[in-house]
């Protein structure tokens, strides 16, 4: 079938909606100023006129009529004619269709013109009319009258009629009456026969009344007398075979000034003509495409494609037919596609809008209104075509541009001037919400003004609903915004964003027709959103990021991660023995761009390298978790979309309704969980300090960027935690033989303590980091296994009671007697350990400074754990526990590890749970303040390990 083209490169308007010199009072007709030749070009000329006349059913009827009546052919009905319809229904441009056949019947027969004319006549045009007049609301005041050219002073609807058919011959037969204001009772119709064939139009005859009202004549009024004549010249009329008389009245008396004596005037004039006339309405509603297009347009179609608005008609109905449960059940049949073809090039859907919808305002002018706001709308995207990027087969709802100043008066005047505010904020322009949207979606949506139309579209329709219910639905919406050739789901993805973004949007659910949208007045919960998130544009919510990361950090870990963590570490943070991840506030950001990493890498290496006001020993065991400029910019916006929120809840719950109120618990929800899954995307930077060489000199801040993040900040961790020890291998779980030959650890004559070893493991940044220092030990029972190493167990070196190699052992970090040896072959080839030199006695302290490896006659002892078994033993030789109490010298500490806690870890225990009671005084004549660094250290040590330390003033 080919592309189709933009209406602009197909259909021509006139030339003046082309050249933008529009003047808006070319559709307000006014009988009156055509007499005195005051009235726009488009209505002084017979030819202009009815070239940009659309002759339809009612304007032909009237015409023809009145043609063959003024030929003496007509019926009585033919020749007492009123126009009844409602504001704007063509009534006045048919009486001045009607003025210029009377008056240039010769020119228009001659003209290409009237060839309209001359089909709807059969050729017949009206001879010689003798006389034409027009009587409008303007043309004689009821309080003052008017004065002629030549003198005359006339007061009365008589008095004008008579002089405008005859001069002042005629007047002269009804002067008496004019001047008294009294009803001329059966003189008119000499008159009539006298100027006869004659046309008399009378327009806005119900306004004069209302001013006549006021005007007394004896114990009547001129209003009265006015409507008595209307009977005097429907009689006189009715018996003179070629006079013509065609009055206009309204659709009701309430257009009709808001007086009673108005409505009564009305209601008087509608039952004199209805009693011998023949009513017709100058535009059918089904009529106004071709009204339209007739008046706005010079041609429609290429001459050498004139059936180009069929063409576009099938492709879009087509369209609409594949869509068939997404639209309007009408639409999708093919009696739509006519519709389309006579609107070409608009929509239906637009032209019905106006003139169903805003036609209901009673001071709407239907058809000269929506020829205003049509031609205003043409003319704009006439006037940007060239750097237009919207797709526009047809002109459609999505395209209107309210701010033109045209359409912007039009919805002051009749909807009030509160739908500015709503335009600007929700609608039109770069800067409403609808305009942000498609710049943040770019491509089509910018382009294309996806959400920009939509809500063109939703304003559209937003008043004169039927049965009062405003609004588009969603099927609407549909054939007000799609077009040929772009993607069809535009419309839905757009809709959901501008009921969450738009101020004044308003929904409501329409059973199965879906929702209802349209715009009010009265903010929305939107517009409450977002006063608040105004108010709070400027925090940057520190504190209750910190809050939600401690929270969240303190929820149970996942199963294989040692580490602790603790969030927004101090300067002075205390030692910290095992692993542990320390989460950086958000003020320390991490810039993907590079501006504020060194910030970021200094406080890293400060906090690795001092303890409060002295040096750090345990430095290998602190890793950093810092957020990235962009993911904690999006971490601020969920707060602040949550704070606004519960700003509203605390503030406005009372005055939200019920549907409000569900929806405000909804979207609080939703954000308070965005707040909490946006702080994994926030936080994908991990950091350790590095030394670039053995020994710790030269210290390196190591980075590791996150690809991914989890939903949960505690799955997050656990997802961090896989990628450090398995992708990265900063921490290991064992240490394998190759990292303890490089380390150092596998002897070839020295002799190590194992406790130290473990201990440079946890303090030196020049070794791998570890889980826990359990990967160290196991590494060197593995080691050991291997015969790579052996393990001596002694008070020294010199005084080893036990050493293993080429055997399983179960090692204790914490152990003080435990010695990593040269590897060497077991005299007894494996299996237990070979006995060294040992020793037994008591230590300092009064606790005994080793086991016995090899036992009495009762017991058998395991080396690798130490746990005693009965041998042929009494029940009442069983041990079930023990508990050990009492006071240890400060240093004698360490033995108690050694002694005890080591030793009954390597049993086979239920239960181990150790105490501990700090009794601190100081000395006479010594103070201490609460502000004092190693106090202070001390309170977060405790906090950090759950125990209490409770200060005696």
């Given amino acids: 079938m080919g592309e189709l083209k933009p209406w602009y490169a197909v259909a021509i308007p006139h030339e003046d909606i082309r050249e933008g010199r529009l003047a808006e009072a070319v559709f307000a007709a006014n009988l009156w100023a055509v007499v005195q030749g005051t009235a726009p070009e488009v209505y002084l000329d017979p030819e202009e006129f009815f070239r940009k006349t659309y002759l339809t059913t009612g304007l032909s009827t009237v015409l023809s009529r009145v043609a063959g009546a003024l030929r003496g052919d007509g019926e009585t009905g033919d020749r007492i004619i009123s126009l009844q319809t409602a504001f704007g229904g063509g009534k006045t441009h048919t009486l001045v269709a009607l003025w210029h056949l009377a008056k240039y019947a010769d020119r228009l027969k001659a003209s290409p013109q009237g060839e309209g004319l001359r089909q709807i006549t059969g050729g017949r045009f009206p001879e010689k009319v003798k006389g034409v007049a027009v009587f409008t609301n303007q043309t004689c005041d009821a309080t003052q009258g008017r004065r002629t050219p030549d003198g005359v002073h006339l007061k009365t609807l008589w008095g004008e009629l008579a002089f405008q058919l005859g001069g002042k011959t005629l007047y002269e037969r009804v002067r008496a009456n004019d001047e008294s204001q009294r009803v001329p009772q059966g003189i008119f119709v000499e008159v009539l026969w006298a100027a006869s064939p004659c046309l008399i139009l009378l327009d806005e005859l119900a306004d004069y009344c209302v001013g006549a009202a006021a005007v007394p004549v004896g114990d009547t009024s001129l209003a009265d007398q006015t409507i008595s004549f209307i009977q005097q010249l429907t009689e006189a009329v009715q018996q003179v075979p070629d006079a013509v008389v065609v009055a206009t009245l309204p659709a009701s008396k309430y257009e009709v000034a808001q007086s009673e004596k108005g409505q009564e005037a009305f209601v008087t004039l509608e039952k004199r003509f209805q009693r011998l006339g023949a009513d017709v309405k100058p535009v059918a509603d089904e009529e106004i495409y071709e009204v339209v297009r007739a008046r706005l347009f010079e041609s429609i179609a290429p001459e050498n494609e004139p059936d180009y608005p069929k063409k576009v008609a099938q492709v879009y109905q087509g369209m609409y037919a ?17 519709y389309i073809e006579r609107a070409y090039p608009f929509h239906p859907l637009l032209i019905d809008a106006l003139y169903t919808r805003w036609g209901s305002h009673p001071d709407f002018q239907r058809t000269r209104g929506v020829l205003r706001l049509l031609a205003n709308i043409v003319g704009d995207l006439w006037k940007h075509r060239q750097g237009n990027t919207q797709t526009q087969h047809l002109i459609q709802p999505c395209h209107i541009r309210w701010s033109v ?86 419309t839905d993805g757009a809709l959901l964003e501008l009921e969450n973004r738009c101020f004044y949007l308003h929904t409501i659910a329409a059973g199965s027709l879906g929702k209802r949208y349209w715009f009010g007045t009265k903010p929305t919960l939107n517009k409450l959103v977002v006063q608040y998130r105004q108010q709070i544009a400027k925090e940057n919510f520190e504190e209750e990021i910190l809050e939600d990361l401690r929270a969240e950090s303190q929820k149970s870990a996942l199963a294989g991660a040692t580490w602790r963590v603790i969030v927004n570490p101090a300067e002075d943070l205390p030692e910290q023995k095992s692993l542990t991840l320390l989460v950086l506030p958000p003020s320390l950001a991490w810039d993907e761009n590079g501006g504020a990493r060194e910030t970021v890498r200094e406080r890293v290496k400060s906090i690795s390298a001092r303890c409060g006001g002295k040096e750090r020993i345990y430095r290998n065991t602190l890793l950093f978790l810092a957020g990235t400029t962009r993911g904690l910019t999006k971490l601020r916006q969920a707060h602040r979309e949550r704070a606004a929120l519960e700003g509203v809840r605390a503030d406005y719950w009372e005055q939200l309704d019920e549907e409000q109120r569900e929806d405000l618990k909804k979207r609080l929800e939703a954000a308070r969980r965005a707040a909490l899954e946006t702080l994994g995307p926030a936080y994908t930077v991990a950091l350790r300090v590095r030394a670039e060489a053995a020994g710790g000199q ?30 990265e291998e900063w921490i290991l779980r064992r240490i394998g033989s190759v990292t303890l030959d490089n380390t150092g650890l596998i002897p070839k004559q020295d002799t190590l303590r194992l406790k130290d070893a473990v201990e440079a493991f946890l303090r030196f940044t020049d070794k791998p980091m570890v889980a826990a220092k359990e990967a160290v030990t196991a590494g060197l029972a593995q080691a050991c296994l291997d015969g790579l190493v052996g393990i001596g167990r002694g008070g020294s070196p010199s005084a080893l009671q036990v050493r293993y190699c080429r055997q399983a052992v179960s090692l204790d970090p914490s152990e003080d007697g435990l010695w990593i040896i040269p590897a060497f072959i077991p005299e007894s080839g494996g299996g237990a350990g070979d006995s060294g030199t040992a020793t037994t006695g008591v230590g300092a302290g009064g606790l005994p400074s080793t086991f016995q490896e090899t036992g009495g006659p009762t017991t058998d002892t395991t080396p690798e754990t130490g746990v005693v078994t009965p041998k042929e033993a009494g029940a009442e030789d069983i041990v079930r526990g023990f508990v050990v109490r009492g006071a240890v010298p400060v240093e004698n500490w360490g033995e108690l590890f050694r002694c005890f806690v080591g030793p009954a870890a390597r049993m086979n225990l239920k239960k181990l749970q150790l105490g501990v009671q700090f009794e601190m005084k100081l000395s006479e004549g010594t103070t201490m303040s609460k502000n004092d660094p190693a106090l202070k250290a001390m309170k977060e040590a405790a906090q950090q390990l759950g125990l209490t330390l409770e200060i005696e003033e």
């Fill in 698 to 727: 030269g210290q390196e801040v190591d980075v590791c960027t996150l690809s991914d993040a989890r939903r949960s900040f505690q799955e997050h961790l656990g997802y961090l935690w896989t990628v450090l020890v398995e992708d």
């Fill in 322 to 338: 594949v869509h068939s449960g997404e639209v309007p059940s009408e639409a999708a049949k093919n009696t739509y596609r006519e």
């Fill in 405 to 490: 100043d045209a359409l912007q008066a039009a919805l002051t005047r009749f909807w009030g001037p509160a739908y500015q505010s709503v335009a600007a904020a929700d609608v039109t322009g770069e800067r409403s919400n609808a305009g942000i949207f498609d710049e943040e979606r770019s491509g089509d949506y910018r382009s294309e003004a996806i959400a920009q139309g939509l809500a063109s579209a939703i304003l559209l329709g937003s008043f004169g609903g039927q049965g009062g219910r405003s609004g588009f639905g969603a099927k609407d919406l549909k054939l007000a915004c799609s077009r040929y050739g772009l993607n069809w789901n535009y």
